[in-house]
T-cell receptor
Framework: NAGVMQNPRHLVRRRGQEARLRCSPMKGHSHVYWYRQLPEEGLKFMVYLQKENIIDESGMPKERFSAEFPKEGPSILRIQQVVRGDSAAYFC?????????????FGSGTRLTVV | KNEVEQSPQNLTAQEGEFITINCSYSVGISALHWLQQHPGGGIVSLFMLSSGKKKHGRLIATINIQEKHSSLHITASHPRDSAVYICAVRGETSGSRLTFGEGTQLTVNP
């Protein structure tokens, strides 16, 4: 079991380009969470997804950001028309069933740099 | 005021010292996590607590639900323990998402 896999580890984009961040949850985990860590700041919740459903996107910026977790394949966090302020580390975590206390696991993160 | 407060923000210790990092929270929770983050690295889950105390090697985590407080202790600290330690809570009404403290930067000198 390879754990939560995020790719790429590092991503450089020019202002205005699109960034796609991928997260494959642990085997058997059906819940995915995306968190953002801005430079010199703490981690902040962005979005919580189950397969084919967005459960809670209260932490997502209203524009340019979207997330999906399709029936097949990894969860994708998509940032359109990136700006310098999007530069951050984006972490994905997964967990098994809702309400199950154990098993919350983080990926290694994707470090996005917008130039 | 943040829902999760950690202290101290920065901590420098000599190798072998006993270290305590504190976490206070202001909401009802279903679980509390202690996480470790190395520079440029990923996040490793050290403990998840809903009550009492847990021990793993030189690390001990305790939680007092009534006082809304948790502590992470490191015995016989070592330079490789140098990292950011983060407290995170899962609120009773926030589903499974976590709310994080700002982290404690620990440096252990040889």
């Amino acid at each position: 079991n390879a754990g939560v896999m995020q790719n790429p580890r590092h991503l450089v984009r020019r202002r205005g380009q699109e960034a796609r961040l991928r997260c494959s949850p642990m085997k058997g985990h059906s819940h995915v969470y995306w968190y953002r860590q801005l430079p010199e700041e703490g981690l902040k919740f962005m979005v919580y997804l189950q397969k084919e459903n967005i459960i809670d996107e209260s932490g997502m910026p209203k524009e340019r950001f979207s997330a999906e977790f399709p029936k097949e394949g990894p969860s994708i966090l998509r940032i359109q028309q990136v700006v310098r302020g999007d530069s951050a580390a984006y972490f994905c975590a997964s967990s098994p069933l809702v309400g199950q206390v154990s098993g919350y696991t983080f990926g290694s993160g994707t470090r996005l740099t917008v130039v | 005021k943040n829902e999760v407060e950690q202290s101290p923000q920065n901590l420098t210790a000599q190798e072998g010292e006993f270290i305590t990092i504190n976490c206070s929270y202001s909401v009802g929770i279903s679980a509390l996590h202690w996480l470790q983050q190395h520079p440029g690295g990923g996040i490793v889950s050290l403990f998840m607590l809903s009550s009492g105390k847990k021990k793993h090697g030189r690390l001990i985590a305790t939680i007092n639900i009534q006082e809304k407080h948790s502590s992470l202790h490191i015995t016989a600290s070592h330079p490789r323990d140098s990292a950011v330690y983060i407290c995170a809570v899962r609120g009773e009404t926030s589903g499974s998402r976590l709310t994080f403290g700002e982290g404690t930067q620990l440096t252990v000198n040889p």
